[in-house]
């Protein structure tokens, strides 16, 4: 199988790189996160914290979505339509029906990850937008310059939402061709 990560999501695809080589054959993060240390966030924010920032979010999803896309890059704004918007709202809706998920994940990515990334033997594959400002592009340098053989695709204009669109499309693409040829 072949795993894609986006955002919050790209610990975890790595984590079956690591833990599942016999299962995956192809990675790929997409605009993805990584150990939040190298981005110098210490943790400092507390529980309480987190959880009335949630609380906003729950409260007001439509604030967000608007405070969002109106700081869209313009390569965002050329391809993010109203519907996307719609289903990403319904997602972050979902994804914070409760604080106890996020910040358990939040948690997880300030322990040391404990992942052997310059043991991954499978080809892993990153994009990320060059305006990205929710992960910052250091994150998938720091993980491609771990990982033996790891490319990296920075997609030039593309902020957080643009990145996932295109990088998921692209990651797709990629292993259907690589299927397709019998490359796995």
């Known amino acids: 199988m072949d795993v894609v990560g986006v955002s919050g999501e790209g ?16 990675v790929a993060i997409v605009c993805g996160i990584g150990p939040l240390a190298i981005s110098g966030d ?68 300030l322990q040391p990850w404990e992942l052997a990334l310059d043991e991954i033997s499978m080809p892993v594959y990153f994009w990320h937008g060059d305006q990205d400002d929710m992960v910052s592009l250091q994150h998938p340098r720091f993980l491609a310059e771990q990982i033996q053989g790891a490319e990296l695709e920075i997609i030039e204009g593309a902020g957080h939402l643009g990145a996932a669109i295109v990088g998921t499309r692209n990651a797709v693409s990629l292993f259907k061709e690589k299927r397709e040829s019998n490359d796995f």
């Open 42 to 109: 210490s943790g400092s924010v507390s529980d309480d914290e987190k959880r009335s920032s949630i609380e906003k979010e729950l409260s007001a999803p439509e604030a967000m979505g608007d405070e969002t896309t109106n700081n869209l890059s313009e390569f965002d704004r050329s391809i993010i339509t109203p519907a996307i918007v719609k289903k990403w709202l319904e997602n972050v809706k979902e994804a914070t029906r409760s604080p106890e998920g996020m910040i358990t994940d939040y948690k997880l990515l």
């Open 11 to 26: 610990p975890y695809a790595l984590a079956c790189a690591a833990k599942l080589e016999e299962y995956v054959n192809h």
